[in-house]
């Protein structure tokens, strides 16, 4: 039944999976709950479609609008800066003003910035293209996300769905490198835009016959300066990495510590700090830092190194990374199950130690072609770990929390996905450059990357174990 706030022609969301019993078995997906998925996993899979589309072929976009050298970078900051500075406060957004709404003015904000993209004749609107798909991406993915763990109970359907989501993100980056470089090769940098507005409009055209609108508290209360010094901190912190920036450094700490003290005293916290403590939220996302951090500056270090070493174009890039891409799907849908038989710490700490142990061979790499007979099983193997550790970091960040705070648990994974995926990059990319020789500097940005990855699955590993009340509970 509606609430009291929510208007006559809003629908609840569809009624959770019941859990399983012994006569009923193992719990099943019904056909209405596909339909859902189909639409909810489609925008996710479009959406992280975008973020890679790009970059394997920056050169060619850069030249197609009279952009140089220095600012292909911001081709992928444009996007990423708003995409990890707002999606927190439009996942609290999502809990507030409804699920489905903001899910399709995100999807709506897209096909609007796809189209800008798309006919962009300068730097300056390609940017501010980039831009706004990045606030669409803050828009649309937290409150898929939330609608996929509002609509499936927590427990072993949660997990396949989960996993998934987990198996068709990776997928999306993916697709995006190989769409990328061929589109780029074959026809235009254009088309790399336009691609996205069919699939957005088939899902605005769906998604209101299938998915009810989320009950809303019975007061729609948003913590504004909290939004504000989280959203500024967050946009000064990740301004300061990419550009090197200490004032901005500086502003960014200080937003965020105001931000902290704010939520202490806030009576309707836009992130409450018992939250952010519970050591699900806490390791989960310092988990999802780390993959989402080291995993994508591998991917852009070995860019450079298949373009500027062994000289290949980017649509032979694009192959590299697609076809153990690909491959590695499947890590999605065996990872809901083994966190179910595992638990998720376990599925977490060795997925991690995959993703790092599978990166530690491209250290070794040299300048021969033949290095691709050891590059491509690597990657291979390390996405199959990257692609389990997404699963298992986003179940765990999500468990244990109530309905109405799901967009405030999804909002702050995706938070921390996507500022990691803005700051890895240069912080590796920086390691990179203090060796003069270009093969010397992306080894030694792959040693770190490999410490970094390993020590992270140690401290997650420790950081998650049972406490004795919860050993006495369970």
């Not at 996993?41 to 009279?66: H, K, R, Y």
């Not at 800008?116 to 300056?124: D, V």
């Not at 509002?150 to 987990?166: C, D, I, K, Q, Y």
């Not at 519970?278 to 780390?290: F, I, M, S």
Request: glycine share 12%; charged share 10%; net charge positive.
């Amino acid at each position: 039944m509606p609430t009291e706030t929510t208007p006559p022609t809003e629908t609840t969301p569809p009624t959770a999976a019941a859990p399983p019993t012994a006569a009923s078995g193992p719990p099943r997906i019904d056909r209405r709950q596909r339909l859902i998925l189909l639409v909810l996993l489609g925008a996710g899979f479009t959406l992280s479609v975008d973020f890679s589309i790009l970059n394997v072929a920056l050169p060619m976009v850069g030249e197609g609008v009279g952009l140089g050298v220095d600012g292909l970078p911001w081709i992928t900051a444009a996007y990423a800066l708003p995409a990890a500075g707002f999606t927190l406060v439009f996942g609290r957004l999502a809990d507030l003003l409804g699920r489905r709404r903001l899910f399709l003015a995100g999807m709506a904000l897209l096909t609007a910035a796809s189209l800008l993209g798309g006919f962009a004749a300068g730097p300056g609107t390609l940017l501010t293209a980039r831009a706004l798909q990045g606030v669409a991406t803050a828009m649309a993915t937290p409150a898929a996300l939330s609608l996929i763990t509002s609509t499936f109970a927590e427990g072993p359907l949660r997990e396949r769905v989960l996993g998934l989501n987990g198996a068709l993100l990776s997928a999306g980056f993916t697709v995006g490198a190989l769409v990328g470089g061929a589109l780029v090769s074959l026809l235009s940098w254009r088309a790399a835009f336009f691609i996205n507005v069919p699939v957005a409009v088939a899902v605005l055209v769906a998604a209101p016959a299938l998915i009810g609108e989320s009950s809303r508290p019975a007061r729609l209360r948003l913590d504004l300066p909290g939004a504000v010094t989280v959203t500024g901190g967050l946009l000064a912190a990740i301004y300061a990495v990419i550009e090197r920036n200490a004032v901005a450094a500086v502003a960014g700490v200080v937003l965020l510590a105001a931000f902290w003290v704010i939520e202490l005293r806030s009576p309707a916290p836009l992130a409450p700090v018992r939250i952010l403590r519970r050591p699900t939220v806490k390791w989960g996302n310092l988990a999802g830092l780390l993959v989402f951090a080291m995993e994508p500056a591998m991917i852009f270090l070995t860019t450079l190194y298949l373009q500027n070493v062994l000289g290949l174009s980017p649509l032979a890039t694009g192959l590299v990374f697609g076809v153990p891409g690909l491959a590695s799907v499947g890590a999605g849908v065996l990872a809901g199950r083994a966190i179910g038989r595992f638990g998720g710490r376990t599925v977490l700490t060795c997925g991690l130690a995959v993703q790092g142990l599978a990166t530690l061979p491209l250290v070794l790499l040299g300048t021969g072609r033949t290095a691709l007979l050891i590059l491509v099983p690597a990657l291979f193997i390390g996405f199959f770990g990257h692609v389990t550790a997404i699963v298992a970091y986003t179940v765990t960040g999500t468990s244990g929390l109530p309905n109405e705070e799901q967009g405030l648990a999804t909002g702050l994974t995706l938070m921390t996905q996507q500022v990691a995926i803005t700051v890895g990059i240069p912080i590796l990319a920086s390691v990179a450059a203090t060796r003069s020789a270009e093969l010397a500097g992306i080894r030694l940005a792959l040693s770190v990357d490999v410490a970094v990855t390993l020590a992270g699955a140690v401290l997650v590993w420790f950081g998650l174990r049972p406490r004795p009340a919860e050993r006495a509970g369970g």
